[in-house]
């Protein structure tokens, strides 16, 4: 593994200084990196019908946008992540949220919902 990476999964992988989504763009599948100094705040959500628990990709609402993850469903905790000066959200799930809370507590603001 890279030493820049400190996590990586299937759906996204967690730098230094970036969070990459994979899967992101519909329908080429390619992947949106986001720095760390972009983000305002990190909601963390239980799923619900909602707040994205069964959006498996793309928009329901043309504000919050969720990468290709057909598991989503099973997840413990879906992520909405806000940009600075960004009206789009990006909602994702991980494979380790523990882990990924872990990680992202000391690089960027989160708030449990």
Same mark, same amino acid.
């Given at each position: 593994m890279?030493?820049?990476? %400190?996590? #990586?999964?299937? %759906?996204? /992988? =967690?730098? *230094?200084? #970036?969070?990459? $989504?994979? *899967?992101?763009? $519909?329908? =080429? +599948? +390619?992947?949106? !990196?986001?720095k760390f100094d972009e983000i305002e705040t990190i909601f963390l959500k239980t799923p619900t019908i909602i707040n994205g628990k069964y959006r498996y990709w793309g928009s329901g609402d043309f504000i919050h946008w969720f990468p290709l993850d057909t598991k989503r469903s099973k997840r413990d905790i879906i992520f909405i992540l806000h940009r600075k *000066? @960004?009206? =789009? @959200? =990006?909602? $994702? !799930?991980? /494979?380790? #949220? /523990? @882990?990924?809370?872990? %990680?992202l507590r000391d690089r960027v603001t989160l708030i449990k919902t």
């Amino acid at each position: 593994m890279n030493e820049n990476i %400190l996590y #990586s999964d299937g %759906l996204i /992988e =967690i730098g *230094n200084d #970036s969070i990459v $989504f994979h *899967n992101y763009y $519909f329908p =080429i +599948t +390619t992947a949106k !990196t986001v720095k760390f100094d972009e983000i305002e705040t990190i909601f963390l959500k239980t799923p619900t019908i909602i707040n994205g628990k069964y959006r498996y990709w793309g928009s329901g609402d043309f504000i919050h946008w969720f990468p290709l993850d057909t598991k989503r469903s099973k997840r413990d905790i879906i992520f909405i992540l806000h940009r600075k *000066n @960004k009206r =789009i @959200k =990006i909602g $994702f !799930t991980v /494979e380790d #949220s /523990e @882990k990924v809370i872990g %990680l992202l507590r000391d690089r960027v603001t989160l708030i449990k919902t």
